[in-house]
């Protein structure tokens, strides 16, 4: 279903998204943050905890380890400040580019089985599909981030994937 190559790209492409984000929100004040503007999620803020915190739970499925203690509500309010997203999403980005560079094709091919705390049931499906769903999450979610840091005044970068720095060369 997708290869090694394309679970390098789409981490190399998170890390570029997520600190494009950033860039955008440190320039608005810290109240524009927090303000409900409409999104599932509510405010900029909680969007982007809410997107580390899933990361977690994904990661936590591939790896076989602890899945993180809070809940998905609790997730999306993780973080008080900016400044404390930032530290946690930086060090996971670059955690889960370290994992990329582990990803082998055969564990993409086999079955990954889980019990879903959102759906209440045990769920299986093949690792590629979870993963392309990893990446498809983040996107969709960064999606409605980068909407509202918009409409807040601020400028994120472009999010084509063909844009990202070095994408030519992958």
Known sequence: MISTDYVMTMARYN?????????AAETL????????????????????SHILWADRIWMARFERTERPAQ???????????????????????????TWA????????ASDLTWFSGAAGLQLSMPAGLAVTH??????????????????????????DLFLMPGAAAT
């Open 15 to 23: 890390r570029w998204q997520n600190g494009s984000l950033i860039a």
């Open 29 to 48: 004040p810290p109240q524009t943050l927090t303000e409900e503007r409409g999104a599932f999620w509510g405010s900029i803020q909680k969007t982007l």
């Open 71 to 97: 809940s998905m509500a609790e997730g999306a309010t993780a973080h008080a400040s900016l400044a404390a997203y930032i530290s946690d999403r930086e060090s996971y980005d670059a955690h889960i580019l």
């Open 101 to 108: 560079d582990t990803v082998e094709s055969k564990w993409l």
């Open 134 to 159: 990893f990446f498809n999450h983040q996107t969709h979610h960064r999606g409605q981030a980068h909407a509202m840091i918009t409409s807040a005044g601020a400028k994120p970068e472009d999010t």
